[in-house]
């Protein structure tokens, strides 16, 4: 299996709130590992997925200026935290 995303439970529960559509993209692999909520991402294909659901929470988030509202700028750095290992899914660590 892939890297995991890993998000803080703050912001999990937030999203499944806010989020319930992007949400149903985590719930069926996400886990709790102490203050985190690890969602296991089994390929590629399965991150692009949730990735892309990422631009569609964050398009609707967007003013009519083209900023991102508050909710849109929490997602976005709920978002990078849970992907800030950075490494392709698959790839092994050396």
Excluded: C, S
């Excluded at 692999?29 to 569609?56: C, L, P, R, S």
């Amino acid at each position: 299996m892939g890297r995991p995303l890993k998000f803080r439970k703050r912001d999990y529960f937030w999203i499944k709130n806010r989020f319930p559509k992007f949400y149903k993209l985590l719930k069926d692999t996400a886990h709790i590992v102490n203050d985190e909520v690890y969602v296991e991402v089994a390929d590629q294909g399965a991150y692009d997925i949730i990735f892309d659901g990422t631009a569609y929470v964050l398009m609707d988030e967007v003013t009519d200026d083209g900023e991102l509202t508050k909710d849109g700028l929490r997602f976005e750095e709920a978002w990078d935290y849970a992907d800030r290992e950075g490494k392709p899914i698959g790839e092994t660590k050396k």
